[in-house]
């Protein structure tokens, strides 16, 4: 069984930034395409961003582009997404998920195959 496990969420200020974390068990991290994806309060679930197994590849959600960086260390087993100037709407949950298709990189949370437990981030204005 694979496992998710997100770090670094937090309260910030607008305009502020965060990096969040998601170290995955296991030895096949390196061949797995990863995606970030959130929840707002009350709402559903979204997509954030994507990013092949290899970081050759990489897709945002319109309301992240130039905002948020995907990033992964496959040596460390982790996924990065980096936020920064955040705003109050950017206020969620943020899931890590990994989809055993690795040169996927799907904006779809249904082809994802495993996720983790959420890490909240929360934006004041």
């Known amino acids: 069984q694979v496992q998710l496990v997100e770090s670094g969420g937090g309260l910030v200020q607008a305009g502020g930034s965060l990096r969040l974390s998601c170290v995955v068990s296991?030895?096949?991290?390196?061949?797995?395409?990863m995606g970030w994806f959130r929840q707002p309060p009350g709402k559903e679930r979204d997509f954030v961003a994507a990013i092949t197994w290899n970081g050759g590849s990489t897709r945002y959600a319109d309301s992240v582009k130039g905002r948020f960086t995907i990033s992964r260390d496959n040596a460390k087993n982790t996924l990065y997404l980096h936020m920064n100037n955040l705003k109050p709407e950017d206020t969620a949950v943020y899931y890590c998920a990994a989809d055993l298709r690795g040169g996927r990189y799907s904006a779809a949370s249904n082809n994802y195959d495993y996720w983790g437990q959420g890490t909240q981030v929360t934006v004041s204005s």
């Open positions: 296991g030895r096949a991290f390196s061949t797995y395409a």
